[in-house]
C-alpha cells in the first residue's frame, strides 16, 4: 500500500517557475513507476508526465514537453514536478499517481492517487 501526499502548489504569474512535491508512504517506493496527471476546471483529468521505476523517463504529454521535468528521490519516497514557463492553461488541480511494474500514460493503470494540488496561473 502506499498513500500519496502533493504540496507545492500556488498562485503564480505566466512566466513563472513552481515545483510541486508528491511525498509517499511505504518502504517499497522504488518499486513503484509514478506519473503526474491534472484536472483543469470542467475538463477531464489528463496526463502530463510518467517516470519508470528506473528514474527513465517514459511520456510527457506535449503539451508541457520542453516545460516541464518529473524526477524523483528514492531515498526521500518523493517524487517532484519541475514547472517552468508557466501559461494560464496550465491552471489545473495536479494529481500524483503511483503503479507497480512499468509505468503507463493511462490513469486506469494507477492503483494510488494523492488528493491534488492546485496550481493557478494568471495572466
Known amino acids: 500500500q502506499v498513500q500519496l501526499v502533493e504540496s507545492g502548489g500556488g498562485l503564480v504569474q505566466a512566466g513563472d517557475s513552481l515545483r510541486l512535491s508528491c511525498a509517499a508512504s511505504g518502504r517499497t517506493f522504488s518499486s513503484y513507476s509514478v506519473a503526474w496527471f491534472r484536472q483543469a476546471p470542467g475538463k477531464e483529468r489528463e496526463f502530463v508526465t510518467t517516470?519508470?521505476?528506473?528514474?527513465?523517463?517514459?511520456y510527457t504529454a506535449d503539451s508541457v514537453k520542453g516545460r516541464f521535468t518529473i524526477s524523483r528521490d528514492n531515498a526521500k519516497n518523493t517524487v517532484y514536478l519541475q514547472m517552468n514557463s508557466l501559461k494560464p492553461e496550465d491552471t489545473a488541480v495536479y494529481y500524483c499517481?503511483?503503479?507497480?511494474?512499468?509505468?503507463?500514460?493511462?490513469?486506469?493503470?494507477?492503483?494510488?492517487w494523492g488528493q491534488g494540488t492546485q496550481v493557478t496561473v494568471s495572466s
Open positions: 517516470l519508470s521505476r528506473s528514474g527513465a523517463v517514459t
Open positions: 499517481a503511483a503503479k507497480t511494474s512499468s509505468s503507463s500514460m493511462y490513469e486506469v493503470d494507477y492503483y494510488y
